[in-house]
């Protein structure tokens, strides 16, 4: 069974992003991400998948499943657990930008009484390679997740 309590957390993140965006990126107002998939042989795709396997891997797993039960159960301390970021969750409906800022600065900087484990990256990876790690895992995104996703930047 999905606990209550999970499921309002989760809204209250969703709903928090959608009513933060404009607060949090007030200084990036002007500032457009964009991030494209890439391709098994490029050098992007190379630097993501070392970044993402040493950065990202210990909590959404090596092949970016997400951790089991992640949908519906909660870890040792009542936290949610890792979602899958190869498009079989909800990643691909946001934005490069939301999904940059969530990796750059944790999701603590962007929802209110954060409680869970997705910190901030910030003082472990600069921009190019947090771009790096997300063209990684947009690489592993249906075309139709990813098509639909672009057309949120
Ligand atoms: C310590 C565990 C942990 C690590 C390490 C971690 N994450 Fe997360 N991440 C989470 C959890 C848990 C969530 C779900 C957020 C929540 O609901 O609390 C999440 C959510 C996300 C989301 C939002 C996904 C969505 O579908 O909305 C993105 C994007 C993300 N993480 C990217 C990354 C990247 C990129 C890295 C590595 C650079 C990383 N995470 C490392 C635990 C982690």
Known sequence: MISF????NFILVLVSLLLLQPLSF???????????KTFKSSETFKLGKELYQANCASCHQSNLS??????DKVDADGHRLAPPLNGTGHTWHHSDKILFYITKRGLAKMVP???????????KLNDAE????????KSFWSNQNYQYQMKLN
């Open 26 to 36: 007030a200084n990036h107002h002007d500032q457009k991400i964009v991030i494209e």
């Open 130 to 137: 947090i771009k790096s790690v997300i063209a990684y895992f």
């Open 113 to 123: 009484n954060y409680e869970g484990k997705m910190m901030g990256f910030s003082d």
């Open 5 to 8: 309590r999970i499921i309002s």
């Open 66 to 71: 997400g951790q089991v039960g992640w949908k």
